[in-house]
């Protein structure tokens, strides 16, 4: 039956990995676990430090919240300046951009 390890218990787990010389196959049997698990372990803990151990979709929605925002930032910057250039053009058309800068 698979064993439950908390958060404290795979940080540990990996940081005495990252500290010690064993390969991670050699190290995953002496805590008899899976290699796949460890290495997502490591992965995770790599990518988002010791909260990411917590659980994936905890991982998952902050990560999406993060990219929305920086996508809503991005949209916003897109309008201002698709908003800019139509105004320079409309300036350039009537030969007034002289006054514009």
Known sequence: MARYYSQREKENMILEFKNSNLKMRNFVVSYDISYQAFTKWVKQY???GPSGLS???KVDN???KELEKENKKL??????QNAQ?????LKLEKGSLNNFV
């Open 62 to 64: 902050q990560r999406i």
């Open 46 to 48: 790599d990518q988002f």
């Open 85 to 89: 250039k139509e105004l320079l053009r």
């Open 55 to 57: 659980g994936t979709n």
């Open 75 to 80: 949209k916003q910057i897109i309008l201002e």
